[in-house]
């Protein structure tokens, strides 16, 4: 479960400081999938990082699971996200230099319970060939087009077995085809259980889910 309470960021980066989100309050229940809409700018990218523990706010209150994790360090956070949270970053968060499946395995390889390398491999391979890039396992990031990296971070986020799926724009770079075949896969993972969270463009997606939340100047506009 997730829920934030009246959750503030404000980045600063030069000039006027923006205030991303403002005053952000919202529960997902365990097994939900969610949408999140709104216009480029809104800050839905911001509360989707603060869901993820890559961001920390600056003020208001995150619970996950029960556990107030606002003040987590950032190596809590790293074994928190490590445990449950798979996060697909709207820029992939790719490391260019390791190969693509090298990346789909980062995960297993950070993982605290320790994973023997064939299996490792083996569900890398399996996730590689869930998004259709298995012919690209041994390339470097690199060398890849924008809808290639997308399908690597989207293979990456597969891996781990996450309770929680977040995804920003998962489908920003593909094709239509393709995109259908990401939503579907995120779509049968939440019926086995994991929780899905997407932000979206895409009202097409937006209504392949059970409950959209829409942000606007950093406030929530819309929660149905
Ligand atoms: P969205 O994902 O809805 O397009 P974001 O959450 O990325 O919106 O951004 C919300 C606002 O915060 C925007 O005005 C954006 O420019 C600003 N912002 C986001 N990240 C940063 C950052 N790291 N530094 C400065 N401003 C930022
Ligand atoms: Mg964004």
């Known amino acids: 479960m997730i829920k934030l309470n009246n959750i503030c960021k404000t980045y600063h980066a030069g000039g006027q400081p923006i205030k991303a989100a403002d005053g952000i309050s919202l529960e997902i229940a365990d097994g939900e999938m969610v949408a999140v809409i709104g216009a480029s700018g809104a800050g839905k990218s911001t509360v989707l990082k603060i869901i993820g523990l890559t961001e920390k706010p600056e003020s208001g209150e995150y619970i996950l699971d029960g556990k107030n994790v606002t003040e987590c360090s950032d190596k809590k956070s790293a074994l928190l996200r490590n445990e449950k949270i798979s996060f697909i970053m709207q820029d992939f968060a ?121 942000i606007k100047d950093g406030k929530i506009a819309n929660n149905a």
């Open 94 to 214: 790719l490391i260019n230099q390791f190969t693509v499946m090298e990346n789909a395995e980062l995960p297993l390889l950070l993982a605290k319970k320790k994973m023997p390398a064939r299996l490792r491999r083996k569900k890398a391979e399996e996730a590689l060939s869930a998004v259709g890039i298995s012919e690209l396992k041994d390339r470097k990031i690199s060398e890849l087009s924008g809808g290639q990296k997308q399908r690597v971070a989207i293979a990456r986020a597969l891996v781990s077995d996450a309770d929680i799926i977040l995804a920003d724009e998962p489908t920003g770079a593909l094709d239509s085809k393709t995109g259908a075949g990401i939503i579907e896969l995120l779509r049968s993972l939440n019926e086995k259980g994991t929780t899905v969270i997407i932000v979206t463009h895409d009202m097409n997606i937006a209504a392949q889910c059970k409950r959209v939340i829409e």
